[in-house]
């Protein structure tokens, strides 16, 4: 079975930076999975943030589009976010998760948490004035 284990979360500043880092392992399904990075604050629902497909194409919630990037290597099975110009608004525990089926992110209108198959633990993100 497939697990997730996300990392460098912490406190930062408004208008500083952080990256995230997901490594997945037990993956044994063919070709490469998608992929996409989520979040959650209490009292609300888990959104999406941003995605990558086994292409490697992105799609990114307007709310961070221009200020995070999503990327990925291979080869470590890893995934990444990076974050910057961080604003108040960002402060929530992160997620990656992970799906076997082959998605193009051009299907995909919205970031949506139920198709994902795989979740991590989250690490969570404060962002302070």
């Known amino acids: 079975q497939v697990q997730l284990v996300e990392s460098g979360g912490g406190p930062v500043q408004a208008g500083g930076s952080l990256r995230l880092s997901c490594v997945y392992t037990?993956?044994?399904?063919?070709?490469?999975?998608?992929m996409g990075w989520f979040r959650q604050v209490p009292g609300k629902d888990r959104e999406g943030v941003a995605a990558?497909?086994?292409?490697?194409?992105?799609k990114y919630a307007e709310s961070v589009k221009g200020r995070f990037t999503i990327s990925k290597d291979n080869a470590k099975n890893t995934l990444y976010l990076q974050m910057d110009n961080l604003k108040l608004e960002d402060t929530a525990t992160y997620y990656c998760?992970?799906?076997?089926?082959?998605?193009?992110?051009?299907?995909?209108?919205?970031?949506?948490?139920?198709?994902?198959?795989?979740w991590g633990q989250g690490t969570p993100v404060t962002v302070s004035s």
């Open positions: 990558i497909d086994g292409a490697g194409i992105t």
């Open positions: 998760a992970l799906d076997p089926y082959g998605y193009d992110v051009a299907e995909w209108l919205i970031i949506l948490p139920g198709p994902m198959a795989y």
């Open positions: 037990g993956y044994t399904y063919s070709g490469t999975p998608f």
